[in-house]
């Protein structure tokens, strides 16, 4: 039997004392933490860079098969990962919790020790929230501060005409992870001691329950010495964030399908489901891959950087924002991301 | 009948567009706000303050009779209210929300009318959030960001033995509001048409729906070069505040009774409701004003300034943290505010 400590035992500020006494602080930037009406930060001469991200149950995440250990992960991962889209390099987090009466204190530790694993990984100090009841599911609200010095910040609107368009890593596995998630789920439910097989599919699995932020490509792009002119993090489907490019940056674009970057095991689960893979890549979101342009100058500098693939290049915007088919034909992109408004 | 347009019309990116295209940044502290990954800020050699909020429905709000523009007003003055404690300035906020199907666009414009109507009235930007579908009720998570020069930045934790304790404005009436609310509810449940009598109780009213944080009095702080030794704001009662003082500073203090400021609206409600007026003006919570801490030296200063009250002195912490009773007798003081996470 796992230890069940109920939440009422220790009250709001028991909880959040309990929950945050051993957090030590890593950055200089960090005047105080976590045990006022604010957190201080001092960030001399340098750019603030501040996001924030909602995550319900039953909407983002589903404790059927999300641990919370993992979710804790995530839902610091993906802030920071909006950080390193502007270039950035995220440095606080401030976490809000709304609980309902099933969880416990040790469920609320699970969740702690994924949130302050990531902050450990990142380099972030966890330096404040909110704690509350809720009537329902969990509630998690993140908001991340980051820096970057004056002339590093990256837009989405900077790009230019010429322009290369990159992307990190490859795309369409964490979409499939889920979708392995929720099949097994459909066929399991119910029997309670079931543990699926995912052999050979552990990389679907991680790209959806543990995704990384791309912290080594925005350091490998200032090593190289190459400063993006416009980037953007891939949560909601590589068209969807091309199209916000696009628009932001008043600019078209073409990409070739050919140059997509797909894990194995996302086309052989493509196939398995008769998925069309090529939409998944392009739809599937939760990559949080870096999608970035470049001058044309750089090409030499960004295609000796592992893990970025050159997928296109921008055009003026009366040419659209196309994909390029393996036999030539033209598709006009159009942003089927994930979109949980519209799918209510 | 009013217009209903069906949020799933707009999607999540048309929604916040919709919601956000007419704000106008104020702050040149404000370098990008709503459109890109991150905000961008720029707070010089300043302090960055940072507070968040997390407001739910059914546990810190009630559609029965909270009107949405209130709900928007005092969602974003309660996070200010955090800033102004630490001697600050709020400079930006981002808002992320949580919604139900049961919201249609009209409500959320309901919301951010109150939400920029606050924005207004205290000088800050509104530079981003998040935006989600709930399967429950509303999700309300605010995070603001506030500024202050280096050596102003006051915390909980520096009050010293003999400094005066101080209070602005009166206690106890948001909490008389809400009772006020709460009985009106239960005596009308189902009858939809009908309209209480709030005629004499309206200061309560508004205490409870539209509470003001306290810009004034920071302001008049400085003015009269006054820099409290400790600050907070009575967002749980003036007993738990006061404790979290004693504890952080690790010294003890003494209040009395007769000092403690009351509205006479408030005195008049808890004699109807037969409810004892100190402890309503102990623990009930949602004041939002500030309770801080002054040499002994600035007695002349603080006294001079209008709507700040001196309730009692620091002592050491081995006589504890005591109410004086007009009799004289003495009664420790016990942190009975508002806990949502005991009270489930």
């Known amino acids: 039997m796992n230890k069940r400590t109920e939440i009422g035992t220790l009250g709001e500020f028991g909880l959040i004392r309990h929950l945050t006494e051993k957090i030590e602080l890593k950055n200089s930037s960090t005047v105080k933490g976590v045990g006022d009406d604010a957190a201080v930060l001092d960030y001399q001469n340098k750019e603030i860079l501040v996001t924030t991200d909602l995550l319900l149950e039953g909407i983002h995440f589903d404790f059927t098969y999300v641990p919370l250990k993992h979710l804790g992960y995530k839902s610091a991962v993906v802030n920071f990962s909006d950080v390193y889209a502007m270039n950035g390099r995220p440095k606080q987090i401030t976490v809000s919790l709304g609980i309902s009466k099933r969880f416990s204190v040790e469920d609320l530790e699970e969740f702690y020790s994924g949130l302050t694993l990531a902050c450990e990984v990142y380099g972030v100090d966890l330096v404040g929230g909110d704690t509350s009841a809720s009537l329902?599911?969990?509630?998690?609200?993140?908001?991340?501060?980051?820096?970057?010095?004056?002339?590093?910040?990256?837009?989405?609107?900077?790009?230019?005409?010429?322009?290369?368009?990159?992307?990190?890593?490859?795309?369409?596995?964490?979409?499939?992870?889920?979708?392995?998630?929720?099949?097994?789920?459909?066929?399991?439910?119910?029997?309670?001691?079931?543990?699926?097989?995912?052999?050979?599919?552990?990389?679907?699995?991680?790209?959806?329950?543990?995704?990384?932020?791309?912290?080594?490509?925005?350091?490998?792009?200032?090593?190289?010495?190459?400063?993006?002119?416009?980037?953007?993090?891939?949560?909601?489907?590589?068209?969807?964030?091309?199209?916000?490019?696009?628009?932001?940056?008043?600019?078209?674009?073409?990409?070739?399908?050919?140059?997509?970057?797909?894990?194995?095991?996302?086309?052989?689960?493509?196939?398995?489901?008769?998925?069309?893979?090529?939409?998944?890549?392009?739809?599937?979101?939760?990559?949080?891959?870096?999608?970035?342009?470049?001058?044309?100058?750089?090409?030499?500098?960004?295609?000796?950087?592992?893990?970025?693939?050159?997928?296109?290049?921008?055009?003026?915007?009366?040419?659209?924002?196309?994909?390029?088919?393996?036999d030539g034909g033209e598709v006009e992109l159009k942003a089927q991301g994930w979109n949980s408004l519209a799918q209510e």
């Open 136 to 326: 329902t599911g969990l509630t998690i609200s993140t908001t991340c501060l980051g820096e970057a010095e004056k002339d590093q910040v990256v837009y989405r609107s900077g790009a230019k005409e010429t322009d290369l368009i990159c992307v990190s890593g490859d795309l369409g596995a964490a979409y499939m992870g889920l979708q392995l998630l929720e099949r097994e789920k459909q066929i399991f439910k119910g029997e309670k001691d079931f543990t699926p097989d995912f052999s050979g599919k552990e990389y679907l699995l991680e790209r959806q329950l543990k995704p990384e932020a791309r912290k080594d490509i925005v350091e490998l792009l200032a090593k190289n010495d190459v400063k993006p002119t416009s980037m953007i993090d891939v949560s909601d489907g590589l068209s969807s964030e091309l199209l916000h490019i696009a628009r932001e940056s008043n600019v078209g674009c073409q990409i070739y399908e050919e140059r997509i970057p797909i894990d194995f095991q996302t086309a052989s689960m493509a196939e398995q489901f008769n998925m069309n893979l090529i939409t998944a890549a392009m739809n599937g979101g939760e990559d949080y891959e870096l999608l970035f342009t470049v001058p044309l100058t750089d090409h030499d500098k960004v295609a000796a950087i592992k893990g970025v693939r050159i997928i296109g290049h921008i055009t003026k915007p009366e040419f659209g924002t196309l994909l390029v088919g393996r």
